[in-house]
């Protein structure tokens, strides 16, 4: 299905008088908004292909009804949530979930709902048909030389189907590590590893990033080979300047100070992109900014502030992602529900008065700083981030919108009640 631009206009019209309403009421509190509206509209986060099926947990699987199940219908099902909130243009396949047999083909129909293909993602955490050897102990990391090459080779794989459709990165997650003290040598781990995304590296086109996602823990259950961002770093460097750390917000142990680590890795040139989510425990990978709010506007706030310092343009000097897999919820309402998480911390960031800070700061006047932060922390933005939706032609709600409509509803009917989305 597609939605049609009168549904959208009838429903911000329905929308409209409440909304200029309190959008005139924070208007008038801002120092530029319309430079923050245009930032926002310019904002585009791009929706894993694999976010929109429902997520398992080991213990089981309960699917949504109408899910999609071949990559034709995971395209249909971003082209949604982009005519509803106009931010998330762009779409990251997983290979082998989503190959893409006729590139052209599924250009054309991404191109046809304003898309274009965020990062390929490489998978060699499971074993596929007709595999020669297995992922059971670990792929680049692994003690077999044989292994480490059918790995590579699937990398490079993945990077001529992402070239095929404009990719311009590959995010290699490993779920290489150990689960037994003495299981790996941790030195030769590195080193294979290392040597195996040199191999991958040598054969990204020279318009392409290298995203190295760490993560410090699952599936194994004592070490993991690239566990945390000193780690990563430590592989980008080594690589070149084509390779980058990549930042999930659920791979870390608890409490870390992530704004902290976005801003040194910002600050070095090798902070490549996120993937967001939000979590209690672990890799809970939840609605982004659904418990953690304030880490994820602190994020934002080191963001700009090391994006400005170095020149680059907030839309395009990062990759944005979410990353997600959700086992409750509509999979499309909970990324709706993230695309605008993200745009209100963003939102807020963009309030943060940065010369005041600086100020604060330089005279160690911590309750100044604190106050500064918490002040546009604590603003109402969602009528800014609803008036630039509205202005990108997006619905002033896109969630009200996709349930009074009955997307789901008309997504079953179309697909069956069964339909299944292959992936996690
Ligand atoms: C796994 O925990 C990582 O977050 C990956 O980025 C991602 O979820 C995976 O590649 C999807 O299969
Ligand atoms: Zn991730
Ligand atoms: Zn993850």
């Known amino acids: 299905m597609k939605l049609d631009i009168n549904q959208i206009e009838q429903h911000n019209a329905s929308l409209s008088e409440a909304h200029q309403r309190k959008f005139d009421f924070i208007a008038n509190e801002i120092k530029d908004v319309e430079a923050v509206i245009e930032k926002l509209q310019a904002f585009q986060i791009a929706i894993p292909s694999w976010a929109l099926g429902t997520g398992g947990t080991r213990f089981g699987r309960f699917n949504g009804p109408g899910e999609p199940s071949t990559l034709e219908q995971k395209i249909e099902d971003v082209g949604l949530l982009h005519a509803l909130n106009k931010s998330s243009g762009a779409i990251s396949l997983h290979i082998p979930w989503d190959i893409p047999t006729d590139a052209q083909k599924i250009k054309d129909l991404a191109a046809s709902y304003d898309l274009t293909f965020d990062a390929v993602n490489s998978n060699t955490f499971q074993d596929q048909a007709g595999q020669e050897f297995s992922y059971k102990y670990g792929s680049l990391h692994h003690v077999d030389a044989r292994v480490r090459k059918q790995a590579v080779d699937h990398n490079i794989e993945v990077i001529k189907h992402g070239e095929a459709l404009g990719s311009k990165s590959l995010t290699v997650w490993l779920a290489d590590g150990s689960s037994f003290p003495g299981q790996l040598n941790f030195r030769e781990a590195f080193q294979n590893t290392l040597s195996s995304l040199q191999e991958i590296y040598a054969a990204l086109p020279s318009d392409w990033?290298?995203?190295?996602?760490?993560?410090?823990?699952?599936?194994?259950?004592?070490?993991?080979?690239?566990?945390?961002?000193?780690?990563?770093?430590?592989?980008?460097?080594?690589?070149?300047?084509?390779?980058?750390?990549?930042?999930?917000?659920?791979?870390?142990?608890?409490?870390?100070?992530?704004?902290?680590?976005?801003?040194?890795?910002?600050?070095?040139?090798?902070?490549?992109?996120?993937?967001?989510n939000d979590s209690k425990y672990a890799d809970d990978d939840l609605t982004a900014g659904s418990i953690k709010p304030y880490q994820l506007f602190l994020i934002f706030n080191e963001l700009i502030d090391g994006l400005d310092a170095r020149g680059l343009d907030h839309a395009t000097g990062l990759g944005w992602m979410i990353d997600a897999s959700h086992n409750l919820k509509d999979p499309l309402v909970d990324l709706l529900q993230s695309v605008d998480a993200i745009k209100l911390a963003y939102a807020q960031a963009l309030l943060v008065d940065r010369v005041s800070l600086k100020q604060a700061q330089q005279e160690n006047n911590i309750i100044k700083a604190q106050e500064i932060l918490q002040d546009a922390f604590r603003t109402d933005v969602r009528p800014i981030v609803a008036e630039a939706r509205k202005r990108s032609g997006a619905a002033i709600d896109p969630v009200a919108l996709f349930t009074a409509l009955n997307v789901r509803g008309q997504l079953v009917q179309e697909r069956g009640e069964k339909s299944v989305a292959t992936g996690l």
Do not use: C, R
């Not at 961002?229 to 870390?252: E, F, I, N, P």
């Not at 976005?262 to 040139?269: A, K």
């Open 209 to 276: 990033k290298l995203f190295v996602e760490y993560k410090a823990f699952e599936p194994h259950f004592y070490s993991t080979t690239i566990a945390d961002w000193g780690q990563s770093l430590l592989l980008a460097s080594k690589l070149g300047d084509q390779a980058y750390t990549l930042v999930d917000l659920g791979h870390h142990l608890p409490n870390a100070n992530i704004e902290q680590i976005v801003s040194l890795l910002l600050m070095e040139g090798k902070l490549g992109g996120f993937h967001f």
